[in-house]
T-cell receptor, first 115, second 110 residues
Framework: DAGVIQSPRHEVTEMGQEVTLRCKPI?????LFWYRQTMMRGLELLIY????????DSGMPEDRFSAKMPNASFSTLKIQPSEPRDSAVYFC?????????????FGPGTRLTVT | GEDVEQSLFLSVREGDSSVINCTYT??????LYWYKQEPGAGLQLLTY?????DMKQDQRLTVLLNKKDKHLSLRIADTQTGDSAIYFC??????????FGPGTRLSVLP
């Protein structure tokens, strides 16, 4: 399997622009997670889906952030409008819920820079 | 809420053993994990331990769990330069709530 795929790997945008991050989970996995990593706050869970349904979005910082999972093989995280404080590495991870220990497989991340 | 703490830095000499420590607060943790992150990459699962176990060994890695003290450690035997990375401790409760520590940056000196 190719693992979790994220695109783009790097994104540089100007404040106020819309940013869309994409994720393709491992085939057959039924959980998908979006994380944000910064030096100041470490790794934060933003939202996770089970069978394409958002289960917990309490980590989403504010209404500028939205996430969708239209099908089992694709998810997006959108920031509109973007702000400099959104600069971070965004990770997508997936897991198979039927495995009792729910190990998560992480993608390579998208490094977002908002100027 | 749940909290996971780790020391931020550790330096060891090549060939020595490394011990990375972690403490957590959630008594309902079911599984505890160690992840490795190399520069520019995502997190890679190294090993995990179920909360009713005391120890787990996997090649050069040994995980020790003291559930009473809520203390988890990762020992890397014969540490190599390729082990230089950030190591994250994480815990999971009965749901899907994963909480990660801040990460320990391991530097292996020649």
């Amino acid at each position: 399997d190719a693992g979790v795929i994220q695109s783009p790997r790097h994104e540089v945008t100007e404040m106020g622009q819309e940013v869309t991050l994409r994720c393709k989970p491992i085939s057959g996995h039924d959980y998908l997670f979006w994380y944000r990593q910064t030096m100041m706050r470490g790794l934060e869970l933003l939202i996770y889906f089970n069978n394409n349904v958002p289960i917990d979005d309490s980590g989403m910082p504010e209404d500028r952030f939205s996430a969708k999972m239209p099908n089992a093989s694709f998810s997006t995280l959108k920031i509109q409008p973007s702000e400099p404080r959104d600069s971070a590495v965004y990770f997508c991870a997936s897991s198979l819920g039927s495995r009792g220990h729910y190990e998560q497989y992480f993608g390579p991340g998208t490094r977002l820079t908002v100027t | 809420g749940e909290d996971v703490e780790q020391s931020l830095f550790l330096s060891v000499r090549e060939g020595d053993s490394s011990v990375i420590n972690c403490t957590y607060t959630d008594s309902s943790s079911t599984y505890l994990y160690w992840y490795k992150q190399e520069p520019g990459a995502g997190l890679q699962l190294l090993t995990y331990i179920f909360s009713n176990m005391d120890m787990k060994q996997d090649q050069r890695l040994t995980v020790l769990l003291n559930k009473k003290d809520k203390h988890l450690s990762l020992r890397i035997a014969d540490t190599q330069t390729g082990d230089s990375a950030i190591y994250f401790c994480a815990e999971k409760d009965y749901g899907q709530n994963f909480v990660f520590g801040p990460g320990t940056r391991l530097s292996v000196l020649p």
